[in-house]
């Protein structure tokens, strides 16, 4: 049985709350989650996940400007530029160089980002992590046109050497696009290794992948039903009811905005200043300011070790479910619409649900760049002593009384702290 408690904050003083990862509200409540598991035995510590990227899209670049001032909470181990076919109004054409002034602006904050973190990496040694990818694959395309032999690429060539480093923690991959340089990787070690080093090596592999954006994210699931994979979309859904449309429809919309943008993200640092402004989605009808989209994100928030969630277990965890051991889709939740008056169960809700707490965490990240430690809020969260990123978990049994006890939270500016629990 897993007892799920929502433990919020109150502050009345300051614009943001730096809390924890996701979950923050510019209107100062702050809602941090932590799950409490009824278990007879073990407990989770929580680690920094190895990841690497992979895409290039134009809303990937407001996903790196965000990943990138989460840094300090991933083991960045590849950041891949690679470039589909699938859109007319975006060329197939390499462009690591955006990826590079990005991490340039980055590196003019960094002395700033390490008073607050000592955990963020260098600007160097995230140069030394874009390697480039495959260009036009796309849903369309032959896969045989860009996977096989003779088309290894250099971050091919790169995620074989990262996935290949003993260590005992796996390799989370994020698939922001296509799959290819991915797909290449799993195709040359089917075709070069033994079935037992095959094996071993796709164990070590944790992918996410934004839905199915080029003709190879197929083969994998066919090919290799062994791997861990969760898959943002949902058979039998409408494509816009998918997980990772919830960033920028649905719920609250206002921190999607151009307005709310400028005032938060853009002009803040020179990091953020790379954040673009204008999104391709459907039309105004399903993205009202036409200036958020990052539909990528979530393969990456995902994997952020926030207290919320223990990734190897989408199924009770996270917001998606079993669909095949260990493969894992969309999961629904229930939001009430407006419009129609009724209640709708929707995969988007699993994002924009949390929608204000991201945004406004992101924010809050975003001041890091420029202020120093004492002029930003760090609070410190404690539940029954426990003052780590890992889910709490308590060894009970049944008719046993369950005490949570946070009062040893605190704020770095003294403010008081009001404390509710939800179940």
Known sequence: MTLTCYLSFTKKNGKFINFTHILITLAMRLFLIFFVTVICIGTVRAQKPRLIVIGQDPDDAQSLVRLLHYANEFDLQGIIANADSNYAKEAAVLRPEIIHEMIKSYAEIYDNLVLHYKAYPTGTYLHSLVKNGTFGNGVEVLMKNYIGEGKDTEASDWIIEVVDIEDSQP???????????????????????????????VKKLRMFFIDKQDSSNQWVMDTFPQLWLVLASDAGVNKWEFSYRGMFWG???????????????IGQNVLADHYPY??????????????????????FLYFLQNGLNVSDRPEWGGRYELKGNPFYTDAKDAYFDAQTGAIINSPRATAFRWRNNFQNDFAARVQWGTKNYGDANHPHAVINGQANKSPLQIKVKAGDT?????????????DNLRFEWLL
């Open 171 to 201: 390799v989370h991959i994020t698939v922001w696009g296509g799959a290819c340089d991915l797909v290449q990787v799993l195709w040359k070690i089917q075709s070069t290794r033994s079935e037992k080093e095959e094996e071993a090596f």
């Open 251 to 265: 719920g609250e919309m206002e921190t999607t905005s151009k307005a709310w943008l400028h005032e938060t993200i």
């Open 402 to 414: 369950l005490s949570l006890d946070a009062s040893k939270s605190s704020d770095i500016d003294n």
């Open 278 to 299: 204008h999104a391709y989605t459907g039309g105004e009808a399903r993205n009202p300011y036409m200036a958020l989209k990052e539909g990528d994100t979530p393969a």
